[in-house]
T-cell receptor, first 111, second 113 residues
Framework: GNSVTQMEGPVTLSEEAFLTINCTYT??????LFWYVQYPGEGLQLLLK?????DKGSNKGFEATYRKETTSFHLEKGSVQVSDSAVYFC??????????FGKGTTLSVSS | DTEVTQTPKHLVMGMTNKKSLKCEQH?????MYWYKQKAKKPPELMFVYSYEKLSINESVPSRFSPECPNSSLLNLHLHALQPEDSALYLC????????????FGQGTRLTVV
């Protein structure tokens, strides 16, 4: 079946550091891929998405590229801020199915 | 407008109570979802409605009863819950059930006492 694997956290960084959160997936077809962010006490917000191979999703300085050859969708940001501290979920979705989430990665950024 | 509104934000209920969670969206989305999220875990799918019809029930106990009165509203009726049902309940919607993104509400924090 389909699945998403994310790097285990927590990830602890200083402000302005470079961020990478790894995400790999297993899918039988051609899924769309997503990154969601959840701030403490809130729901999930869609951060970015990519719908086909080689697409790059980007938003608020975050980027991720859909790599079919490595079945990956790693999240990157060049310079993190304290306000980026949150839980990040990688997810996939195939036609006719609901979202499948990774376990989530907690990011903590200190000033 | 990409907003999904959930009420109430917080709910405390006894094990013999009956309560309802409400979810509303005005994006014209035809698929709506209920998820349950425990602390430090990803959301778990409970129910999917597509064009106001229940299309997926992920073996959820009958003490949870979903309802979709129209294309904008989704309810979750709760009855005789257990303390282990305490969690964040998230509603989401998407344009349809194909490869489109889902938008989530802020959730209802439920505590069963």
């Amino acid at each position: 079946g389909n699945s998403v694997t994310q790097m285990e956290g927590p990830v602890t960084l200083s402000e302005e550091a470079f961020l990478t959160i790894n995400c790999t997936y297993t899918a039988t077809g051609y899924p769309s891929l997503f990154w969601y962010v959840q701030y403490p006490g809130e729901g999930l917000q869609l951060l970015l998405k990519a719908t086909k191979a080689d697409d790059k999703g980007s938003n608020k300085g975050f980027e991720a590229t859909y790599r079919k050859e490595t079945t990956s969708f790693h999240l990157e940001k060049g310079s993190v801020q304290v306000s980026d501290s949150a839980v990040y979920f990688c997810a996939l979705r195939e036609a006719g199915t609901a979202l499948i989430f990774g376990k989530g990665t907690t990011l903590s950024v200190s000033s | 407008d990409t907003e999904v509104t959930q009420t109430p934000k917080h709910l405390v209920m006894g094990m013999t109570n009956k309560k309802s969670l409400k979810c509303e969206q005005h994006m014209g989305h035809r698929a709506m979802y209920w998820y349950k999220q425990k602390a430090k875990k990803p959301p778990e799918l409970m129910f999917v409605y597509s064009y106001e019809k229940l299309s997926i029930n992920e073996s959820v106990p009958s003490r949870f009863s979903p309802e979709c009165p129209n294309s904008s509203l989704l309810n979750l009726h709760l009855h005789a819950l257990q303390p282990e049902d305490s969690a964040l309940y998230l509603c989401a919607s998407s344009q349809n059930r194909v490869n489109t993104e889902a938008f989530f509400g802020q959730g209802t924090r439920l505590t069963v006492v």
